[in-house]
C-alpha cells in the first residue's frame, strides 16, 4: 500500500477512544474518524471508508459484535481488528466470526497495534488479489431487543417502554419500540399516545413498505422513542402473517439503532417470528414459582428451537413484592445465570397509569437505574459518569 493506512476508531466509551486515536497517531497511523457503535459507525464507516476498523470490544460484547458484522458489510474492503481486555478463546472466535481479522488484548501496546494494521493490510489485499468481485450495496441493521415472558402481568410492557426510553435518552439512539402483544397492547396506555396507525395497517401494504415509506406509520413520543402500536381490535392480527412481521421487522431495524419488541404472555407463529429476528431476547420472570415453572418451559422452548443461549438473557422482574423465594433458588432451579434484576417499586404502577415512564417521572428509582443499567449494558456505553443522572434529568421535559 503506498500511502498511510487509514483508521476508523469504534468505541462508544468517548474517553477510551480518544485515548486510543492519539496512541495511534503517536505512532504514526493516520486515524480519520471516530465512532459510536452501531449505525454511527455504519454512517461513519460509509462516508469515509477507512483501510482498517480498530474496534473496542467489552461484556457484553453483543452490540460490538453486531456493530462489526454491520461494518464489514458497510465498508467491504476495509480489515476490522478488535481490542478488548476479554483473553478468553471463545471472545476472540465470536469476535473473528463476526468479522475481525485480528484481535488484541487490552492494554494495548503501540507497536502491537501497529504490526496488527500492516498485518491485516497484508491478508486483505492478498484477499483481493485472489478473488475481486463487486459486493452489493451493503445495509446497516440496529439490534433487535425482544421481550420475552411465559406469563402475563410480570412487568413485560414495563420493561419495554422503560428500556427504549432509556436507550433513546442516554446513547442518543433512533429506538423504535414494537408492539407485539397480540391479544391487547399495552404500550400505547403506557406512553400515552393516541394509535393512529398501528402495526396492522403496514400488513395491509407490506409489498410496498420500503425502510423510509414504514417511517409513516410510526408516532413519535416525546422521549425520542418511535412507537408502532398494537392494533385497538385484537381481531386486526388475524391479518398479519409472520412473514409481514419479520419484513416488518427488519425494515424497522435497516433505520433504526434499536428496535424494542413487547410480547404478549402467550405463545404463537408471530411470537416466535419476532423471537427468531431478536439478537437479544429479554426472557423476564417474576419470582412466584408458577412463573419459575413457566420459564423453565420458556427456556426448554428456546433450546428446542435451537435459539443460541447466548441470545437468552433472563431477568427477573420484581413485579410483586412477596419474597419467597430468593434470587439464587431461581438460577439453581432454571440452571440459568440471571442476567439482570429489576426491584420492586410501588412508583411502577403509578407511572403506568400516568403514561410517563418511571426512567422520566423517577430516574433516581431503584427500577430507573436497573433499567439504565441494562440500557448501558446493552448498548456498550460506559456506566454512569459523574453528573449523568443530572444530565439526563435535564434533558427530560
Ligand atoms: N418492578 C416493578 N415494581 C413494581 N411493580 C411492577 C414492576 N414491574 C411491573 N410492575 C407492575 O406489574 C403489573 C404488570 O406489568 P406489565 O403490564 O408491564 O406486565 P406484562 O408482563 O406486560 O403483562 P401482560 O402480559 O398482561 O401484557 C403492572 O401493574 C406494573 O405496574
Ligand atoms: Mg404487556
Given at each position: 500500500m503506498a500511502r498511510d493506512p487509514e483508521i476508523i476508531v469504534v468505541d462508544p466509551d468517548i474517553d477510551s477512544r480518544t485515548d486510543t486515536a492519539h496512541?495511534?497517531?503517536?505512532?504514526?497511523l493516520t486515524v480519520i474518524a471516530e465512532s459510536d457503535y452501531g449505525i454511527a459507525a455504519v454512517a461513519v464507516a460509509k462516508e469515509s471508508p477507512p483501510d482498517v476498523f480498530l474496534v473496542s470490544m467489552e461484556e457484553p460484547v453483543a452490540r460490538a459484535l453486531q456493530t462489526i458484522e454491520m461494518i464489514t458489510s458497510a465498508a467491504p474492503q476495509a480489515a476490522t481488528i478488535v481490542a478488548s481486555s476479554l483473553a478468553d478463546a471463545g471472545s476472540v472466535r465470536r469476535a473473528m466470526v463476526a468479522g475481525a481479522r485480528d484481535y488484541l488484548i487490552k492494554p494495548l501496546k503501540p507497536e502491537d497495534v501497529t504490526r496488527a494494521v500492516y498485518g491485516v493490510l497484508e491478508q486483505e489485499e492478498r484477499k483481493r488479489q485472489q478473488a475481486g468481485g463487486e459486493l452489493a450495496e451493503p445495509t446497516g441493521r440496529g439490534m433487535v431487543i425482544t421481550i420475552f415472558g411465559a406469563k402475563g402481568g410480570i412487568g413485560k410492557t414495563t420493561i419495554a417502554t422503560n428500556l427504549a426510553t432509556a436507550l433513546a435518552r442516554m446513547t442518543n439512539s433512533n429506538v423504535v419500540l414494537v408492539?407485539?402483544?397480540?391479544?391487547?397492547?399495552?404500550?400505547?396506555?403506557?406512553?400515552?399516545?393516541?394509535?393512529?396507525?398501528?402495526?396492522?395497517?403496514?400488513?395491509?401494504?407490506?409489498?410496498?413498505l420500503d425502510r423510509e415509506t414504514i417511517k409513516d406509520a410510526l408516532t413519535s413520543h416525546h422521549t425520542g422513542v418511535s412507537i408502532l402500536p398494537a392494533p385497538l381490535h385484537p381481531t386486526e392480527w388475524r391479518n398479519l402473517t409472520p412473514d409481514h412481521i419479520t419484513k416488518i421487522v427488519n425494515l424497522l431495524a435497516q433505520g433504526h439503532d434499536y428496535v424494542v419488541i413487547d410480547t404478549p404472555g402467550t405463545f404463537n407463529e408471530i411470537i416466535a417470528a419476532t423471537l427468531e429476528l431478536g439478537d437479544i431476547i429479554l426472557l423476564m420472570t417474576s419470582m412466584d414459582i408458577a412463573s419459575i415453572k413457566d420459564t423453565a418451559l420458556a427456556l426448554?422452548?428456546?433450546?428446542?428451537?435451537?435459539?443460541?443461549?447466548?441470545?437468552v438473557k433472563l431477568i427477573i422482574n420484581h413485579s410483586t413484592s412477596s419474597n419467597s423465594l430468593r434470587e439464587e433458588d431461581v438460577e439453581?432451579?432454571?440452571?440459568?445465570?440471571?442476567?439482570?434484576?429489576?426491584?420492586?417499586?410501588?412508583?411502577?404502577?403509578?407511572?403506568?397509569?400516568?403514561?410517563i415512564p418511571i426512567v422520566i417521572a423517577k430516574p433516581y428509582a431503584r427500577v430507573s437505574r436497573a433499567v439504565t443499567e441494562m440500557a448501558h449494558a446493552l448498548s456498550g456505553t460506559p456506566r454512569e459518569s459523574k453528573g449523568f443522572l443530572e444530565r439526563f434529568l435535564g434533558r427530560a421535559s
Open positions: 496512541m495511534l497517531e503517536a505512532s504514526d408492539d407485539m402483544d397480540t391479544r391487547f397492547g399495552d404500550v400505547a396506555i403506557m406512553m400515552d399516545v393516541a394509535v393512529e396507525h398501528s402495526i396492522a395497517d403496514l400488513g395491509r401494504r407490506v409489498d410496498e426448554e422452548m428456546l433450546r428446542a428451537a435451537e435459539v443460541s443461549e447466548d441470545k439453581r432451579v432454571l440452571e440459568y445465570e440471571v442476567t439482570w434484576r429489576i426491584p420492586h417499586d410501588y412508583h411502577v404502577a403509578n407511572s403506568n397509569q400516568l403514561g
